[in-house]
């Protein structure tokens, strides 16, 4: 395979003379199993030498990887390395795991989310190990003149069969450094690999339960202050101004600021979302001292007027339009109503939907609506950033450190060279750190009062300065023939402000009579990714409804599921199906397997399944009633991912998933009045209980060879709908309208 990284940040390969690379060993991670002790008793080599970006190996044979990618909880800072280890042929035990910070030239785009971490990463990762594994092949067969065909790694070692002659990569690297990068190297056979496909702890697991400082939060900067924001206390509103001296008084209060994230007229990128661009913002000495000044500062607001700003969309220049006014979620809802009783935009159509529908047999006709939600991510937005004429520092939990870097140039008015973002671990994302305001907020603010800060917003500021998901309708009509065969299908969605529709996703391709409309309401609340928020609401209701149309076919859900994918695969409709009915089939097919699946005749059970981000999942729910409230009993899993690098890291990630899904469908809900988010702390916002979540949960991967297709996402779209059917099996009656039980409601307990 030929290399395909960039050349010259690849490789920097020259070695590190007398120990010249200083690493800070607090934020390594020994891969070993006792990694308290380990740590202490490494013995640090002497050198080291840079093979490439990814990787460099002590002259004791200790191995450094680095994980380009910023951790979150998803497991990348375990699993990218494990690919880079297992290419190179090294013991897993031999390795330390260094978190990179951020930087595009020789890591490229250092984005997590939207389920394409692995996905993006599998071949170059896969190229770095084996690049360096080449290398000391080449060293090998230098130094004892045989031919490198001759040669073979194993756990660290070079073999030379013929002699028996071996030697540790420690001491081949200082040779392997000084050859030539080849242009081309050969990937591991997949039925090789050693290291993929088998669990491995998290690397930062000791960090974390010993409470070792590893977030944005725990940053620590010599002479560093506490800032904090205050916000309109509205959507619709805006700064009209404020008297910084009614806190400079205070006790530790440095100064009082306005800023200004996104000016009038600044082009913004596609993840510059606030609906807040000018705040005030308070800095001082202590977070206590910060908090009570907040509350006593003279600030005044004003209604904002309609009014546009231009957006880069990734290369298209787009237009986003916000309205003014005080909205309220009860006007949302009556507006998404009216807006959905009008014509739409077509977006597809296959065959005669209206004829068809007007002659079938049976029909049915469904209506199904979400609420806002806030990510509530554990550890609230922050950011650290010091910004002086010689450096532009920052560091803290960011998604997409790419875009937030050209963010912070762009308003700073420098190159993106001089900014520096150094990536800490994040309590949680879901999409909410995407959106890297906070730390444009933190260089602002830095550079307004000349000092190193960190910003830090309190629970409220993340709830109520938010960027939610969206709040959506979608009406379903469906069709059946005298054979109770499905031969026309209408989905019409929108929301406020965007519509979650997906036109070319199933059942489309597997229906002869399509139809496919949107819509949407513009809206000054703002919205953003939200562990795929089209898909979580979108894969609920059409599998909800699915299994409503199943019933009025009286057939089996999912026998009734399988047929229309049979049809999808054999003779589909349309040419732009954006998902494979076999691999969707097949994770329906495994989860009845394992969870002994025995039709309609059983207790309260739902199922569900889903494409989105490139992969495939699929719920069995069992929910049964206690008291008159539902307990979720058990939950079986199937995903299709592709190869699994590390599955006990997967099966986690599938779990969490399922639990969050299911807490989000009962009670998850953001709803405003006159502008106001309703709800800004735990207090009030429903989060799911540990004590709520399913009794059992079993995750399945389809074993295949497949390269990997990501898994962020998922899992998490489809136990919604696989929840509300089960809720129908327990209640009888339908769920149509999230959250399913409100604020109020238990599970369990």
Known sequence: MKTTIDRRAFIKKTGLAGGGLVLGFSILNACKP????????????????????????????????????????????????????????????????????YNKEIFGRQFTGGSQGIRRRWQGLRMAGATARHMLLAAAAQKWNVSQAELTTADGMVIHQGSSQQASYGELVALAATLEVPEEVALKDIKDFKIIGTSRRDVETQKIITGKPLFGLDYQYEGVKVAMLVHPPAFGMKLKSFDAASVKSLPGI????????????????????????????????????????????DVSWEPISDHQYPMDRFGTEVTVNVPSGLESTQQHYAKMSEVAAKKASVVRQDGDFQAVFKAATKTLERTYTCPFLAHNCMEPMNFFAHVTAEQIKLAGP????????????????????????????????????????YAVEAALISKAVGLPIKLVYTREDDMTNGIYRPSYQATYRAALNDNNELI??????GGVPETPLFADRFPAGAVPNYLAEQWEINSNITIGAFRAPRSNFMAGVEQAFLDEVAEMAGKDPIDFRLELLARAKTNPVGENNDYDPQRLAGVLELVRDKAN?????????????????????????????????????????????????????????????????????????????????????????????????????????????????????????????ALANALYKATGERFYNQPFFGNSERILG
């Open 34 to 101: 006792e990694q308290a002790e380990t740590m202490a008793a490494i013995e640090m080599p002497k050198e080291w030498f840079e093979m490439n970006a990814y990787l460099k190996i002590g002259d004791n044979g200790i191995v450094t990887i680095m994980a380009p990618n910023p951790e979150f909880g998803q497991g990348v800072i375990t699993a990218m390395p494990m690919i880079v280890a297992d290419e190179l042929d090294v013991n897993w035990e031999d390795v330390i795991v260094e978190q990179a910070n």
């Open 254 to 297: 440095i100064d009082a600021v306005a800023i200004e994230t996104f000016p009038e007229g600044f082009k913004r990128g596609f993840f510059d979302t606030n609906a807040f661009p000018q705040v005030v913002a308070v800095v001082g000495e202590t977070t206590w001292q910060v908090m009570n000044a907040k509350k006593q500062l």
């Open 398 to 437: 960011v998604q997409a450190p790419e875009l937030t870097e050209a963010t912070v140039a762009s308003r700073l008015g420098v190159s993106v060279d001089e900014v520096n973002i150094e990536l800490t671990r994040m309590g949680g994302g879901f999409g909410r750190r995407a959106y890297g305001h």
């Open 488 to 493: 026309a299908f209408h989905v019409k969605a």
């Open 597 to 721: 699946w025995q039709g309609n005749a059983q207790g309260s059970r739902g199922v569900s399944a889903y494409f989105c981000h490139n992969s495939y999942a699929a719920h069995i729910l069992d929910v049964s009633m206690e008291g008159g409230k539902p307990v979720v009993d058990g939950v079986v899993c199937a995903v299709d991912c592709g190869i699994v690098v590390n599955p006990d890291a997967a099966k986690n990630m599938a779990e969490g998933a399922i639990i969050d899904g299911i807490g989000n469908a009962m009670f998850g809900q953001m709803t405003f009045t006159e502008g106001k988010p309703d709800h800004s702390n735990f207090n009030t916002y429903r989060m799911i209980r540990h004590k709520e979540a399913p009794k059992e949960i079993e995750v399945h991967f389809v074993d295949n060879d497949i390269d990997p297709t990501g898994l962020g996402e998922p899992p998490f779209p489809p136990v919604f709908g």
